[in-house]
């Protein structure tokens, strides 16, 4: 059974890797305003951090603490490189993992949390439900990290869980990972051929 600290596990990794494809860039690319909810990568990067950071030390922890200013008004004071933002994500992941260790039980899960909505409404919930809502967070702005590097034609790092968990990255999938019968099907079901991805215009 997939649990919500699991989903965690796997949000961690895409971070990560999505971080590091972004980072590629440099960092005049890297915090360029693209647009989006917050502004750039490092934004959005920073972002999250911080969500993660107000979730599992405050919320997961049934302390219905305001928001932190940061999570919405990024520091222009810090994380001046793209080696301190790393440093950063990689103190929250550590923060949150070793929670994760404690907190990877039915019982655990189940416990009481917070979610503080619009700032001024504590809501009551259980701590499952609580990471459930930080990776959905992750999820959200790493698709919009995703699209900005469709934009740039950078190819972004792959999403899929099944490619991840069940594959873990191997492909085309061994035939241990097939039905019965897969062959056949294959031939019943051929694959339409692929559409090129539009380019955009120089």
Known sequence: M??????MDFVH????????RAAKLGWKAFTKDRG??????????????YVEEQHVTEF???RA?????EVMNIPRDRYLSIAEVRKRLKEVEAMGNARFKKWNTPKELSKPAVWVASRKY??????????????????????EVEAML???DVEPPNTFWIFRRVLHGRWPPPRAALI?????WARRHPVEPKRPRRRKAK
């Open 2 to 7: 997939v649990s919500t600290i699991d989903l």
């Open 150 to 152: 469709w934009q740039m």
């Open 36 to 49: 989006v909810s917050m502004h750039s990568f490092r934004d959005i990067f920073l972002h999250l951090a």
């Open 60 to 62: 997961c922890e049934n």
């Open 180 to 184: 019965s019968g897969a062959r056949e």
């Open 13 to 20: 990794e895409l971070r990560c890797d999505f971080f590091e």
């Open 122 to 143: 504590p809501l009551r919930l259980t701590r499952d439900a609580a990471l459930a809502q930080c990776l959905t967070e992750h999820l959200l702005h790493l698709g």
């Open 65 to 69: 603490t305001p928001w932190m200013y």
